[in-house]
């Protein structure tokens, strides 16, 4: 099956600072990618849809100036946490999709997961 | 407002007996459903896909139901094994396509014990 990769898995860094997250899509184009938070024992919940070349579209509740999301092609997504601070510590998972024809199934990554201190 | 619950929490079987987990949605009219296994720490893994029109699927010991008038879909797993000790996830694609988000229940932690 298709494969997407996550990288860092896991990151800890200091209140105040940026942390930039990659979601790949290792072997197919992805022209959507979405960016999911799982806080401990919850679901997953959307943060926002990233389409390849256009912005982001944010869930409510989401901000977008300090979730920066990036889809500059159709094999990578970033997601950036901007002035990081201890509740955003979390466990972040992207997904891919290729969009085409028939193609119901979002691929997820691994993870990341962030802690800030 | 839409919502999608799973039966329990946590499911504690015994080894070699069939788990059923329960996923049931409000204010939902998909038109298909998802199951997806995740692992501690882990991104979710998908499982198995099952449309409107299908009853029943299969794949391997698995088997998954839909029931669109109860808006309930059952999964089965037979002959548990303990490596199948996991949280397993029921999603809906709110817009149907793979180009939508996908909305989760907070999902069933199944313990296969030996």
């Known amino acids: 099956g298709a494969v997407v990769s996550q990288h860092p898995s896991r990151v800890i860094c200091k209140s105040g600072t940026s942390v930039k997250i990659e979601c790949r899509s290792l072997?197919?184009?992805?022209?959507?990618m979405f960016w999911y938070r799982q806080f401990p024992k919850k679901s997953l919940m959307l943060m926002a849809t990233s389409n390849e070349g256009s912005k982001a579209t944010y869930e409510q509740g989401v901000e977008k100036d300090k979730f920066l999301i990036n889809h500059a092609s159709l094999t990578l997504s970033t997601l950036t946490v901007t002035s990081a601070h201890p509740e955003d510590s979390s466990f972040y998972i992207c997904?891919?999709?290729?969009?085409?024809?028939?193609?119901?199934?979002?691929?997820f990554g691994p993870g990341t997961r962030l802690t800030v201190l | 407002s839409q919502k999608i619950e799973q039966n329990s929490e946590a499911l504690n079987i015994q080894e070699g007996k069939t788990a059923t987990l329960t996923c049931n949605y409000t204010n939902y009219s998909p038109a298909y459903l998802q199951w997806y296994r995740q692992d501690p720490g882990r991104g979710p893994v998908f499982l198995l896909l099952?449309?409107?029109?299908?009853k029943e699927k299969r794949k391997e010991r698995l088997k998954v139901t839909f029931d669109t008038t109860l808006k309930q879909s059952l999964f089965h797993i037979t002959a548990s094994q303990p490596a199948d000790s996991a949280t397993y996830l029921c999603a809906l694609d709110i817009g149907n396509s793979g180009n939508t988000p996908l909305v989760f229940g907070k999902g069933t932690r199944l313990s296969v014990i030996a």
């Open positions: 072997d197919f184009q992805a022209t959507t």
């Open positions: 099952i449309r409107e029109n299908e």
């Open positions: 997904s891919a999709s290729s969009g085409g024809a028939g193609s119901d199934t979002q691929y």
